[in-house]
């Protein structure tokens, strides 16, 4: 990225608390300004993370994080991150990239023509931009890699980011997880397509040298132009509840691999949200419904063994 000069990431102050083994509250405290966002623009978003059944059954801690903001009365900002199961510090690694990306983001938002004059980028300007984002996220998950004297490797973890308005959407995406979108007037759509790599169950991660090797294909970027009515992005523990992920196909003898969401499980929740917004619910109610439907709102969430991390924004 091109204009201010950049701070430099050693002075970047990623909080690294462990979290308890109970639902995480919002990762950050965004309560007056998510009200602001609620009662000036018609956007509501909700966002949290709940801790799985498998990592309380063995005392991890949640591996997901996630983040998002208003950064302008136009623009928004949406982030997921899943902390690889297998390596060893991966909840710290999802809390870099999710704030360290929104840093970046917020630092150099308005160097950006696109972003002041309120129109969306082409596919290869966004692309260039988004490596730019997940490079610097790299650059400081080494930093603090050297600083802590570990392995960059056990900082392994997936992310989705988006960059939003009511007209479209900026998708960057490394590893798997979902993401769906509802155009104003249309049908819910798979927003990105998940990379889990060559080798069956294979997950690929942000520190990992095969995700640069083969940038092409293990970095997903797209933009969505079109006015929107909601967008969706998750971690992979939320995918069985709400995608249709296969399909058994009788003539070939096998199940055939999908990515298309379940409008009767989004539907339901923008409905809802809207409907809160425009009687007067206040924020807090809303959020905290939220809270309680990631947990258990429908059987599978419910019954999930691995961490679940979503964010819901709706234009009301």
Request: hydrophobic share 35%; glycine share 8%; charged share 25%.
């Given at each position: 990225m091109?204009?201010?000069k950049?701070?430099?990431?050693?002075?970047?102050?990623?909080?690294?608390?462990?979290k308890e083994?109970?639902?995480?509250?919002?990762?950050?405290?965004?309560?007056?300004?998510?009200?602001?966002?609620?009662?000036q623009?018609?956007?509501?978003?909700?966002?949290?993370?709940?801790?799985?059944k498998?990592h309380?059954?063995?005392?991890?801690?949640?591996?997901d994080n996630?983040?998002?903001?208003?950064?302008?009365?136009?623009?928004?900002?949406?982030?997921v991150?899943?902390?690889?199961?297998s390596?060893?510090?991966?909840?710290?690694?999802?809390?870099?990239?999710?704030e360290?990306?929104?840093?970046?983001?917020?630092?150099?938002?308005?160097?950006?023509?696109?972003?002041r004059?309120?129109?969306?980028?082409?596919?290869?300007?966004?692309?260039?931009?988004?490596?730019?984002?997940?490079?610097?996220v790299?650059?400081?998950?080494k930093?603090?890699?050297?600083?802590?004297?570990?392995?960059?490797?056990?900082?392994?973890?997936?992310?989705?980011?988006?960059?939003?308005?009511?007209?479209?959407?900026?998708?960057?995406n490394?590893?798997?997880?979902?993401?769906?979108?509802?155009?104003?007037n249309?049908?819910?759509s798979?927003l990105?397509?998940?990379f889990?790599?060559?080798?069956?169950?294979?997950?690929?991660?942000?520190?990992?040298?095969y995700t640069?090797?083969?940038?092409?294909?293990?970095?997903?970027?797209?933009?969505?132009?079109?006015?929107?009515?909601?967008?969706?992005?998750?971690?992979?523990?939320?995918e069985?509840?709400?995608?249709?992920?296969n399909?058994?196909?009788?003539?070939?003898?096998?199940?055939?691999k999908?990515?298309e969401?379940y409008?009767?499980?989004?539907?339901?929740?923008?409905?809802t949200i809207?409907?809160?917004?425009?009687?007067?619910?206040?924020?807090?109610t809303?959020?905290?419904?939220?809270?309680?439907?990631?947990?258990s709102g429908?059987?599978?969430?419910?019954?999930?063994?691995?961490?679940?991390?979503?964010?819901?924004?709706?234009?009301?």
């Amino acid at each position: 990225m091109k204009g201010k000069k950049k701070k430099n990431p050693r002075n970047r102050k990623v909080k690294t608390e462990k979290k308890e083994n109970s639902i995480v509250p919002t990762s950050l405290n965004k309560e007056v300004q998510l009200k602001g966002l609620f009662e000036q623009s018609k956007l509501v978003i909700v966002g949290n993370s709940v801790i799985g059944k498998g990592h309380i059954r063995e005392g991890l801690p949640c591996q997901d994080n996630f983040d998002f903001c208003s950064l302008d009365e136009f623009w928004s900002i949406a982030i997921v991150s899943d902390g690889a199961g297998s390596r060893k510090y991966s909840d710290i690694g999802s809390k870099i990239a999710t704030e360290v990306a929104i840093d970046v983001v917020k630092e150099q938002a308005n160097n950006l023509p696109w972003f002041r004059e309120r129109h969306l980028p082409s596919q290869t300007n966004w692309r260039k931009l988004a490596i730019q984002i997940l490079e610097e996220v790299l650059f400081n998950m080494k930093q603090k890699a050297v600083a802590d004297g570990i392995q960059l490797r056990d900082y392994g973890c997936t992310i989705i980011l988006t960059i939003f308005c009511k007209e479209g959407i900026l998708v960057a995406n490394i590893g798997d997880g979902r993401g769906a979108y509802l155009p104003e007037n249309g049908n819910w759509s798979a927003l990105f397509k998940p990379f889990k790599g060559e080798e069956a169950n294979q997950t690929t991660f942000i520190t990992d040298k095969y995700t640069w090797d083969n940038r092409d294909n293990a970095i997903g970027t797209n933009v969505i132009i079109g006015p929107i009515k909601s967008l969706a992005i998750m971690t992979d523990g939320c995918e069985n509840a709400c995608f249709l992920l296969n399909q058994w196909d009788e003539q070939k003898g096998y199940n055939t691999k999908l990515n298309e969401p379940y409008p009767q499980f989004f539907n339901p929740l923008v409905e809802t949200i809207s409907s809160s917004y425009n009687n007067g619910v206040d924020f807090d109610t809303i959020s905290s419904s939220w809270l309680s439907f990631l947990r258990s709102g429908t059987p599978a969430l419910e019954n999930e063994i691995d961490d679940k991390s979503m964010i819901l924004a709706v234009y009301c």
